[in-house]
């Protein structure tokens, strides 16, 4: 039987989709508690649940706060509340 004795492997975001939007989910949730407009705090939470699944889409080289990053908050008829931009 054949064993892997060694891999490299570069994860690409599609396996990493799923997790990664749960987790983006989370943060919204917890991050929301109830307000209906987006923060900074968000902004920044969201990004960093972001890079925990993959650096490379949000460019690890650059510090925390200067993705490209928008976020768009719909209500439950799917009506735009708020939209921030950073």
Do not use: F, W
């Not at 960093?48 to 719909?74: F, N, Q, W």
């Amino acid at each position: 039987q054949d064993l892997i004795e060694m891999a490299n492997l570069i994860v690409s975001t599609t396996n990493n989709n799923t997790p990664m939007n749960k987790a983006v989910e989370m943060v919204a949730k917890e991050q929301m508690n109830g307000y209906a407009v987006i923060t900074e705090p968000m902004m920044n939470a969201v990004e960093v649940a972001i890079r925990a699944y993959d650096p490379c889409l949000s460019c690890a080289t650059h510090a925390l706060g200067k993705m490209p990053l928008e976020i768009s908050l719909y209500n439950n008829n799917n009506q735009l509340i708020d939209r921030k931009r950073k």
